[in-house]
């Protein structure tokens, strides 16, 4: 089994695509890790199988898959049909499920305030996923304090445009981000 830590610190730039567009694009980058961000029960089958084709890894992200459901019955359908390397989800009942059934999990949180950052850490000691995506993954201090309470890979993402912005998430104790910001996928 591949070890998620030792590919996401081999590859610490993950392109996160929103549209068909992005989907072209990432197909003639060197991004080699890829989060499905869109899609619907008609044509996500084909963007695994586009990606795939590339040698892309990719996490779809559960929660935004237009008509599927994301509860078991549409992971399984998710792992049956597109058979991704892993899913992306704020569901703390869907990434147990998930890993359940053999898929890397990636949770996504999002950080407004302490409360948040508290109730995320108790999610994520309770769901255990394979690595936790921190969004905004600008805030620095948020990252570095995830980092000492969970001891998992952790994946910034949101609002990061700028090498400097990825570099400073790096340093803060991300082992990788996820962008849309096409220019930094290379």
């Known amino acids: 089994m591949i070890d998620l830590k030792e590919l996401l610190i081999e590859n610490p730039i993950v392109a996160a695509i929103r549209n068909d567009d992005d989907l072209h694009k990432v197909l003639e980058s060197s991004a080699k890790i890829v989060f499905v961000l869109y899609g619907s029960l008609l044509n996500i089958v084909n963007i695994c199988t586009e990606l795939k084709k590339r040698n892309k890894i990719v996490f779809i992200h559960l929660d935004m898959v237009d ?5 078991q019955k549409g992971i399984e359908f998710i792992k049956s049909a597109a058979s991704p390397f892993g899913v992306i989800t704020t569901k703390q009942g869907n990434i147990k499920y ?3 059934l053999g898929l890397y999990t990636i949770q996504r949180i999002f950080i407004i305030d302490s409360l948040s950052l508290e109730t ?3 999610s994520i000691h309770v769901s255990m996923p394979s690595a936790v995506e921190v969004m ?4 620095s201090k948020i990252i570095n304090s ?3 309470e969970v001891r998992l ?3 910034a993402g949101g609002l ?5 912005e990825v570099m ?4 803060a104790g991300a082992m990788a981000i996820s962008t849309t910001a096409k220019d930094l996928w290379e």
Do not use: R
Not at 160 to 164: L, V
């Open 67 to 71: 008509g599927l459901k994301a509860d």
């Open 98 to 100: 998930a890993k359940n």
């Open 120 to 122: 995320a850490i108790k």
């Open 136 to 139: 905004p993954g600008v805030a």
């Open 146 to 148: 995830l980092e000492k």
């Open 153 to 155: 890979p952790i994946i």
């Open 160 to 164: 990061i445009n700028s090498k400097k």
């Open 168 to 171: 400073e998430s790096l340093a």
